[in-house]
């Protein structure tokens, strides 16, 4: 069994065991896929409430940032529904899911993910149409601009600079977080915390967490660190994304 954290609670200690956790949770990944989804098992079953005994996140996810052109046909194809025949899609970032956990079996495979599989990002004004993803992106601290093209040599300059974290702290009836009577709602989803930052190739990468535990603003500012550590345990495969 692994270590326990009540997000209650969740204060600098915890941080720093969790830290130290992420920074050596991908030794044996052989991609970034891989990486990823033992980053978002190990939040998953760690983050508990304390009160119940229970996992604290009904749902945890893992983000990136992607070339379109890059991406496998089932991703590409998902990417299209999207986009309007004004689009090229030859040169676009796609926001793609690549790991999952979650309370419900389908939550568990980022292929059987019905709305998120991989979002085509082809301008400021498409992204501003996804209230979560740009309210994330901002809240990060990236200007979106840099996520649709990136610019390596100023991206350089941002790793001396701090994490930003995104943090809804009441979930139900905020109209940043989507389908409220079918997701919110059901599962008890009280706060929903995002952390994450950018890779030196401009890649942006995002963690979620759907939280059933009330999440204060001073226990989100702690997720900055772990931002950081996990950009230390993914950045080796920052080249070798998926498994297939």
């Known amino acids: 069994m692994g270590p326990k954290y009540d997000l209650n609670k969740f204060d600098m200690v915890a941080m720093t065991r969790c830290s130290g956790d992420l920074r050596r949770i991908a030794d044996h990944a052989e991609c970034l896929e891989e990486a990823a989804q033992s980053v978002i098992q190990y939040l998953f079953e760690s983050l508990q409430d304390g009160e119940t005994g229970e996992r604290a996140c009904a749902l945890a996810r893992f983000f990136i940032t992607h070339d379109y052109r890059d991406l496998d046909e089932d991703l590409k194809n998902f990417a299209r529904q999207f986009l309007t025949v004004d689009m090229d899609p030859s040169k676009m970032k796609c926001l793609v899911l690549l ?13 059987n993910s019905l709305g998120h599989k ?10 501003e149409e996804f209230p979560m993803i740009s309210s994330l992106v901002k809240q990060l601290g990236i200007d979106i601009r840099k996520i649709i093209e990136p610019d390596t040599g100023l ?5 001396d600079t701090d994490y930003g974290v995104f943090h809804v702290s ?40 759907f939280s059933k535990v009330s999440i204060a603003d001073k226990t989100a500012n702690l997720f900055k660190t772990l931002a950081l550590n996990i950009e230390v345990a993914t950045l080796p495969f920052e080249r070798k994304v998926f498994s297939y």
């Open 170 to 209: 009441e979930a139900l009836g905020n109209p940043i977080i989507p389908a409220q009577e079918t997701f919110v709602q059901p599962h008890k989803i009280k706060s929903v915390i995002g952390f994450g930052g950018l890779f030196p190739d401009g890649d942006m990468f995002a963690v979620v967490l």
């Open 118 to 127: 991989a979002i085509p990002l082809p301008s400021e004004k498409v992204v």
């Open 99 to 111: 790991a999952t956990a979650g309370e419900k079996p389908e939550w568990n495979s980022r292929r």
């Open 155 to 159: 991206i350089l300059d941002r790793r």
